[in-house]
């Protein structure tokens, strides 16, 4: 099943042309310290704010079954990294490409949503995430005592990939980390428009199982992806089955 296509196409366009980043392959050289489950990172301790509310922000979670779509295990960034921005608040873009199996209309929707809850699992010391999934926007504090400890982009990539690997159909994780400039994560904002469509139809059918497509405001979207017209028969026919439509 594939719905991002035409938005990973795009956004390899755009990384292309961008100024060139710093790869990695996961796995930094020592394991960072969990939090414990207590990381809150307040103001005077921190030492960088990454897509704060006055900053630009985007988080953007794409999956395919073209697992030769992902560099499988990388991690790139576009931009200072962590330790070297300590004292300042930078727009941060963030979009991880996911190489999945057996995704159908009927289990499609269940395996986005595991995948995206995935950041919330992230238990690092001296790092702080607060996500608003229907914005796809992400704020991040990182203690300074954690940037000074070495904390860095490839230490978060690496710890994203290993969580993403846990679910059985995840066969390839690439993370990709913008903090360059405000007009990159605006260009990436409008890159991957179409997928945030895409997933707020989903949302929509899967959380209110709302199905009158004359009413809804992403009747153009599904008309333009026809798996997302399965993904919606399948749901009402659940819907149906348990007395809920």
Known sequence: MELFTGTI??????????????????????AWPKGGGRNIVLK?????????????????LLWTENLSSVADGAITLVGPDFP???????PFGKVVLVGVEGFTEDNAY?????????????DLRGFMIRAVSQYMKEWCRVST????????????????IGLFREEPFVKAVEVIFFTSSTSDVVRLREITAP?????SAMNKMAEEMDFDCE??????????????????????????????G
């Open 110 to 122: 269940d395996r986005h949503r595991k995948m995206d809850l995935v950041r919330y699992s992230l």
């Open 44 to 60: 005077e301790d921190m030492g960088l704010e990454l897509g704060a509310p006055e900053k630009e922000s985007l988080s953007c």
């Open 215 to 244: 009413r809804c405001d992403y009747q153009a979207v599904c008309d333009d992806a026809s798996q997302l017209k399965s993904m919606r028969d399948s749901l009402m026919k659940k819907a149906q089955e348990t007395g809920n």
């Open 9 to 30: 196409e795009a956004f390899r366009t755009f990384v292309e042309g961008t100024s060139p980043g710093r790869s990695w392959g996961e796995g930094p050289h020592r």
């Open 84 to 90: 070297e921005s300590a004292g300042k608040s930078l």
């Open 145 to 160: 005592e954690a940037l000074r400890e070495g904390f860095s982009a490839r230490v978060l990539g690496s710890a994203l």
């Open 195 to 199: 997928a945030e469509k895409i997933i």
